[in-house]
């Protein structure tokens, strides 16, 4: 018998911000009222480091704690309408991330999902991108 879920986990962020080796930065911003700074700095050649803050409220407005979350996925590739590769951080307590292995004169786009500890996926963050140097 399939489980019907009965309830929805929709958390968006308003601002991603990416800054790696190199300097520099975009911000996009999805308007909505459920709102969770994200951004993208890091030091290293080849390297970006993706922290946020986390969600404090469901998509009705309801308080959500972080023991309700299992964790995050960092959606990211080389088109903004593609973000063909994802790196899944199943800590909820988690507020960054170090991806490697980026290349040198790439854009990169990058955007981020919560999700709550039955893996309902919440919205997506906007796309933002990066050139990486």
Known sequence: MARKLRHFL???FTSLTISACGGGSSTGST??????N???????TGTATVF????????SGAALSISQLGGYQINYGTSPTNLAYSVNVPDPYATQYV?????????YYFAVTAYDSQNVVGAMSAVVSKRIS
């Open 10 to 12: 929709v958390i968006s």
């Open 31 to 36: 308007g909505s009222a459920i709102a969770n």
């Open 38 to 44: 994200i951004g993208v700095g890091g030091a290293a």
């Open 52 to 59: 946020w803050t986390a969600p404090i409220s469901t998509e």
């Open 99 to 107: 991806m490697a292995g980026l290349h040198a004169n790439t854009t």
